[in-house]
């Protein structure tokens, strides 16, 4: 069996070596067909009469060759795409059974009937073929040798087949797992989209052609609307199914997309080449807002619809790389946001010069808790029955050195943007509580908590330290937290609020009647407080709708055993009309504004007088 070499070696030993040098190069992560090539030109100097090859059986039982160093291209050419079958030469029979095919004369055997002129054209008269299998018994390729002449195989080529069939099978089941790791890292895995790695591995090779072609290249940055509402009304499962639909949409409609990936959890990225001048990029942009507009039937019983919001940016007129290009491309689509309808927008120079301004001002956010420029203010909440004050929502004001005073609703949203949250965050938690410290220990002082700050960061470790650190109880504190907070992360969001609740803290519902599902969110977490939107007591008094909403809130209150808070309490009148309805608490002009906590000094016995009048917003604001 083992034979001499005719330079004096055994055939065991030179089979060694090459499956030492094969071994070696699978394991250094060589290409595949280029290992390949290397065993079949080794096994081709061991047995110089033979010719070899190695296919590949792909997922949809086709030939794929993967090495035939010693036969023409055009035979491998020919033979590509072939799916296996009982009567398929001898490669795509072995594969078929899952057995040794040995063909000693291809002009006569029936199984090359449709491919002997093939072989015959390139000289070859013998095939003997050997299923190359998987550790799970898969099928996963063929290794064959060829003859110029018929003839059956010698030992020594059924040794090498033998030996070199195991070394196929390893290199193959190796290019395999490479290519589930490939796929995982490079693959979004709820939609099949590539991701941000495989955008930025591939994104320089799309330029580089587009730039030899003389092309231009657009990318779409696309955002669902409402997305977030949606994943919370109607659950993850629901969710999924839309992004999963989506995606489905965005590869279907656009084939000869460049790229689309899935950037996140609402974001896809769509890249194409095309020109400016004719109209492509236009077209593509309409297009995509549309098939991505068209309604989703989830069901017999479930039509959703979801809007969709692009921006454009285009190689080499708006930036010559990946990341210019998609910054630019998220500022048009910000334009497209800040407009409050859906739609798609290209970028302009403008946008650059507005993207600029607005990372100075986030940069001027997050330094603004060390440079000692945010301050609180307080504004009392009473008893609506007495006046009497029961305690202050601590309220945060920021004054620019430059701009001077800067309202809450600019710069938090930028303070979420930039990250800065948290500090900020954690600066008026801790400087709320050592203020309320040194009150009577019957006042309690509220916060006001952004969603990002709760679902984001540890925030209920966070009110434990500070509870520790000032002395304050627990049942002083209270958190307000507004709807939003269970459009961001719903599961996240109860996590925290229940850990709260079992720190002893108490916890509010803002802003309550403007959000997205009022009565879901609030059966959703048993709140200590529901406030009700002072949008709804300013035209309570002259207007009978608002009037019936707060009293369904009030009824809704008592029902669910909670405190109903009416903020935005400006006049008599409507405190008169609180009070007959069975409010609980007052906050509002009427009774205080929000001051620095020294102009409260008094608040051991303040019950501050209730005279209507007309309160104008002061520099301070609401």
Request: glycine fraction near 8%.
């Amino acid at each position: 069996m083992s034979g001499k070499s005719t330079r004096g070696r055994s055939v065991e030993s030179r089979l060694k070596d090459v499956e030492h040098e094969i071994l070696v190069g699978v394991a250094s992560g060589e290409n595949l067909a280029d290992v390949m090539s290397l065993m079949c030109r080794r096994a081709e100097e061991i047995a110089p009469n033979a010719i070899c090859s190695v296919l590949r059986v792909d997922n949809a039982r086709r030939l794929r060759p993967l090495a035939a160093p010693s036969l023409p291209d055009a035979y491998s050419q020919n033979i590509d795409g072939i799916e296996i079958g009982p009567m398929v030469g001898s490669c795509g029979s072995a594969a078929y059974h899952g057995v040794d095919v040995e063909v000693v004369n291809i002009n006569t055997d029936p199984r090359w009937a449709p491919y002997k002129q093939l072989a015959q054209a390139f000289g070859l008269k013998a095939c003997w073929s050997s299923p190359i299998k998987s550790h799970d018994g898969r099928v996963v390729g063929t290794f064959a040798f060829y003859s110029r002449r018929a003839r059956r195989a010698s030992r020594i080529e059924r040794l090498i087949v033998s030996r070199c069939v195991h070394l196929c099978a390893v290199a193959i089941e190796h290019w395999e797992a490479q290519g589930r790791v490939r796929q995982l890292a490079y693959t979004d895995a709820l939609t099949g989209l590539g991701n941000r790695a495989l955008l930025a591995e591939r994104f320089p090779d799309i330029l580089k052609r587009a730039k030899a072609l003389g092309s231009e290249v657009a990318t779409f940055y696309a955002d669902l609307d409402g997305f977030r509402r949606l994943n919370a009304e109607r659950g993850h499962k629901i969710g999924d199914q839309i992004l999963v639909a989506v995606a489905d949409r965005i590869r279907s409609n656009f084939p000869d997309a460049d790229l689309v990936a899935r950037l996140g959890a609402d974001e896809f990225f769509l890249v194409t080449t095309g020109r400016a001048a004719e109209g492509d990029f236009e077209h593509t942009a309409e297009a995509l807002s549309r098939s991505v507009r068209e309604p989703y039937r989830l069901g017999p019983d479930t039509l959703l619809h979801v809007g969709v919001g692009i921006g454009i940016a285009r190689f080499p007129l708006d930036g010559t790389d990946l990341d210019a290009l998609m910054g630019r491309a998220d500022a048009a689509l910000r334009e497209v946001k800040s407009s409050g309808r859906p739609g798609y927008a290209f970028y302009t120079a403008r946008l650059d010069a507005e993207t600029r301004a607005r990372q100075a001002f986030e940069r001027d956010v997050a330094a603004a808790v060390g440079a000692g420029q945010l301050s609180l203010v307080f504004q009392p909440q009473a008893d609506a029955a007495t006046c009497k004050v029961k305690g202050f929502e601590a309220l945060l004001r920021w004054q620019h050195p430059i701009h001077g005073f800067v309202p809450p609703s600019k710069f938090i949203p930028a303070a979420e943007s930039c990250g800065a949250i948290e500090e900020i965050g954690a600066y008026v938690l801790r400087r709320a509580l050592a203020e309320a410290a040194r009150w009577p220990s019957h006042l309690r002082v509220a916060v006001n908590v952004s969603p990002a700050q709760i679902v984001h960061a540890d925030f209920a470790a966070l009110v434990e330290q500070a509870l520790l650190e000032t002395g304050v109880a627990p049942w002083r504190l209270e958190i307000e937290v507004t709807e939003g907070l269970f459009i961001r992360d719903p599961d996240a969001a109860l996590e925290t609020l229940e850990k709260l609740k079992g720190q002893g803290v108490t916890v509010a519902m803002d802003d309550f009647g403007t959000g997205y599902s009022s009565l879901s969110t609030l059966r959703s977490f048993p709140f200590d407080r529901i406030k009700i939107d002072r949008s709804f007591i300013v035209d309570m008094v002259s207007n009978h709708d608002a009037a019936a909403i707060v009293n369904t809130i009030m009824g809704l209150g008592r029902a669910m055993g909670r405190i109903v808070v009416a903020e935005g309490v400006e006049t008599a009148a409507q405190l008169k009309q609180l009070q007959e309805q069975g409010c609980n608490e007052i906050q509002g002009f009427l009774i205080g504004k929000p001051m620095p906590i020294a102009y409260y000094k008094d608040v051991t016995t303040a019950e501050y007088p209730v005279q209507p009048r007309t309160a104008s917003v002061s520099a301070f604001g609401m």
